[in-house]
């Protein structure tokens, strides 16, 4: 996406073809692909371009008229929206784009030393300091807090934290520089000195509590929707975060596969011609001959298409209170697995979803602990950016509390983008899965983590001051669901290296309930390298059994062993037993829960209890 400013606001947009000329002042500061904006530099992200620093404005200020419309029913339904946009994309000679602004404030020279806000600098635009010409350096460090409010950080109140002075007495009479001892690369380098006297290192600052005990609180400040969007109070203190820490910018996602009858070429018809549909939607006369014109040349008739018009229209009808959208996922999941398992011919080439039984080969029988192997020749999936919290990922306990806005006022569309790919559909064998997760073993090590994980839950709820139901406090992990997800992980380390798409490109779906056992991998690329052909190929009966054989050989060993298998806790909030990057962590892009809730030994067992393993008889080692 290019990305423009002007004298107070940034903007940046996707390169495209531009349609409006550029207004003088207006001057694209950097470009960013479509896909980051949903996944990496969303709405209140930072984003470093070359030396400055700035934050991605709300939705409410993105000029999407020239943008796509993505249409998909069941998530539309799920998120309360019309309809979705893909980031807007154009040249700079266009005014369009995402609007940008600078954060944070504070910035400092590199010769002079000096420390204070990029305005008092005096260079403009050129992020240079007016005094010796030096290229000026953003802040390394921010604020921010669990409800997703953002703000500099105190640097008067730090120094000056233990003469307890007023921040005007300081502003009015001190000048703040930063110095770096080169002694060590801990924080206890970085000082920061006043033209006072005081003088105080950055070591200490991070802690959860240090702001608080100097009186420092938070100021509920939300840069990222402009100004007077600071919201009026906040309980939560204040922590120091790194100005590139992933724990400053936490994506809300949600996704949905397309699946009969939205992925049906009727639907897509309906979803190129949406706009001219709604115009004349209360003048059935004049939709009539909207209908005609567009289905010209087509086997549709005026009558299936208001047929699916009002499909369509009695989706979105069904309401959802806050508690059944957070059900949603789950009923969503239930849709696209019984398609997933039932099969889906296309009928046209426009289809967005085929998914068919891989063949059986006699010479390679499919091995036992399968049910059914599905190949997905063709699926479309839609991800949207939802919401994001700051400091704690978020969490389905939390996140209604936690989550940060992405415009001022609620808006009718949330941005988007489309994938469309291939994958493999795998599904466990009932009687198998059944006797393997009664078994003491595998329950044993599911309870670990389950009990780790409503510890977790527990915590937070108490932090977030939320009255939780018993329910709201119960893990949903199960052996089901860690058997699966390993699963998942092993084969797509193990598929990276004979599909020819790299493990980052590929995405895990998990279908674990007392109705549903099974994993959807596919691709996860948004252009043509998503349908390569080299992923459905893993599916052929005779390569299925080699790589899962080969997976289960594989995850046996770890470089980390003994280690790694004896691991009583591992991952991010000790949310794994034997599991660590090197053996079945994967890239966070390509995993649905930030790498946790995994556990080899649920694969093929221990050293010393290899029958807790569920595939243990596919190894040949």
């Known amino acids: 996406m290019a990305l423009r400013s002007d004298s107070k606001k940034r903007s940046f947009g996707i390169p495209g073809k531009g349609s409006k000329a550029q207004t ?10 479509r896909t980051q904006m949903i996944t990496t530099y969303g709405v209140g992200s930072l984003v470093a371009l070359g030396d400055q620093s700035f934050l991605v404005s709300g939705l409410d200020t993105w000029r999407v008229n020239w943008a796509p419309v993505i249409y998909e029913p069941n998530l539309q339904r799920w998120l309360g929206v019309t309809h979705f946009r893909l980031p807007p994309a154009d040249n700079p000679p266009s005014g369009d784009g995402v609007k940008i602004r600078r954060f944070p404030q504070w910035y400092s020279c590199s010769k ?22 030096t290229t000026l350096t953003p802040s390394r460090f921010i604020v921010a807090c669990v409800n997703g409010h953002l703000d500099d950080f105190p640097y008067w109140e730090w120094v000056h934290r233990k003469k307890g002075a007023s921040g005007a007495e300081r502003t009015s009479s001190c000048k703040l520089s930063l110095h770096t001892t080169g002694s060590s690369a801990s924080l206890a380098s970085i000082i920061i000195k006043c033209s006072c006297g005081e003088q105080s290192s950055m070591a200490g600052s991070f802690g959860k509590e240090a702001l608080r005990s100097i009186g420092v609180t938070c100021r509920c400040r939300r840069p990222w929707l402009g100004r007077g ?16 820490s992933s724990a ?10 397309s699946i009969p009858p939205w992925s049906q070429r009727l639907q897509q018809l309906l979803n190129k011609h949406m706009n001219q549909i709604t115009k004349h939607r209360d003048d059935e006369r004049s939709l009539r001959v909207v209908i005609e014109t567009f289905i010209d040349g087509t086997e549709f008739t005026v009558e299936q298409v208001l047929s699916a018009l009002e499909a369509r229209d009695k989706l979105a009808e069904e309401s959802l209170d ?29 289809d967005e ?20 192997v599905m190949l997905v020749k063709r699926l479309r999936e839609v991800r949207a950016l939802r919401a994001f919290t700051r400091v704690e990922a978020p969490d389905r306990l939390t996140l209604r509390e936690r989550e940060a806005k992405l415009s001022l006022e609620k808006l009718d569309w949330l941005p988007a983008i489309e994938v469309s790919g291939e994958g493999v559909f795998l599904s466990l064998d009932n009687a198998s899965l059944r006797t ?56 797509i380390n193990e598929w990276s290296l004979d599909s020819g798409y790299p493990a980052a490109s590929l995405r895990e779906r998990i279908y674990s309930s007392d109705t549903m056992k099974g994993i959807l991998i596919y691709t996860a690329a948004s252009d043509s390298a998503g349908s390569l052909g080299g992923l459905v190929a893993q599916g052929d009966a005779k390569r299925l059994r080699a790589s899962l054989t080969s997976a289960m050989d594989r995850v046996s060993w770890c470089s980390q ?10 991952g991010t909030d000790s949310l794994n037993l034997a599991a660590c990057y090197a053996c079945v962590l994967l890239p966070e892009t390509s995993c649905e829960t930030n790498n946790a809730f995994l556990d080899r030994a649920s694969l093929i067992g221990t050293p010393e209890s290899p029958e807790i393993g569920y595939f243990t008889g596919l190894r040949t080692s």
């Open 561 to 570: 062993d003994p280690p790694c298998m004896e691991s009583e806790a591992s």
């Open 112 to 133: 002079c030393k000096d420390l204070k806000p990029y305005k008092d600098f005096g260079g403009g635009d050129k992020n240079t300091c007016q005094a010796c010409g």
């Open 248 to 257: 400053a910018w936490f994506p809300v996602h949600r996704s949905s596969l």
């Open 229 to 244: 969007a600071d919201e009026t109070s906040c309980g939560e203190a204040p922590r120091t975060l790194q100005r590139g």
């Open 436 to 491: 393997w997760e009664q078994s003491p073993g595998p329950l044993h090590r599911a309870d670990r983590i389950r009990g780790r994980h409503e510890v977790l839950l527990r915590e937070r709820a108490e932090r977030a001051g939320v009255r939780a139901t018993k329910a709201d406090l119960t893990s949903e992990v199960d052996a089901r669901f860690i058997l699966l997800h390993t699963l998942a992980h092993a084969l």
């Open 24 to 33: 003088p002042s207006r001057q694209s500061k950097g470009s960013v692909r």
């Open 322 to 350: 806050d508690d059944a959208k957070l059900d949603a996922s789950s009923r969503l999941r239930a849709k696209e697995y019984k398609e997933l398992e039932a099969g889906v011919s296309a009928e046209h080439l426009e």
């Open 353 to 372: 979803f085929e998914c068919e039984p891989a063949p059986l080969d006699p010479s390679a029988p499919r091995p036992a602990e399968l049910d059914k």
